[in-house]
Nanobody, 125 residues
Framework: QVQLVESGGGLVQAGGSLRLSCAAS????????LGWFRQAPGKAREFVAH????????TYADSVKGRFTISRDDAKNTVYLQMNSLIPEDTAVYYC??????????????????WGQGTQVTVSS
């Protein structure tokens, strides 16, 4: 069993930065692939980023590539999402996720075993 708790959301002006954190409980955290998703009002939840077991490989949605960076610290049971050059279209509730799954599967919300409760990110123009 893994419990995920996000933090770090807030209100930021366009062009600014935020770093989201997701702290996990559970002894098997390091065995999981981890990801970030987001959901804007009236829209479906969408894939943002994936990091493999051991942090060997990272994958990003085209809309955030070059601006967002996912990383993990298994010693702290935490996954991060550094978000730079934010634009209003990044406004959403951001969720972290964990599962024994590849980036290709996570892109279509397959293989996710655990979700966090979400943290709001609002980017003003």
């Amino acid at each position: 069993q893994v419990q995920l708790v996000e933090s770090g959301g807030g209100l930021v002006q366009a062009g600014g930065s935020l770093r989201l954190s997701c702290a996990a409980s559970g002894r098997t955290f390091s065995s999981y692939a981890l990801g970030w998703f987001r959901q804007a009002p009236g829209k479906a939840r969408e894939f943002v980023a994936h990091i493999s077991w051991g942090g060997i490989k990272t994958t990003y949605a085209d809309s955030v590539k070059g601006r967002f960076t996912i990383s993990r610290d298994d010693a702290k049971n935490t996954v991060y999402l550094q978000m730079n050059s934010l634009i209003p279209e990044d406004t959403a509730v951001y969720y972290c996720a964990a599962g024994f799954t590849t980036a290709e599967s996570m892109r279509v919300l397959s293989g996710v075993d655990y979700w966090g409760q979400g943290t709001q990110v609002t980017v003003s123009s």
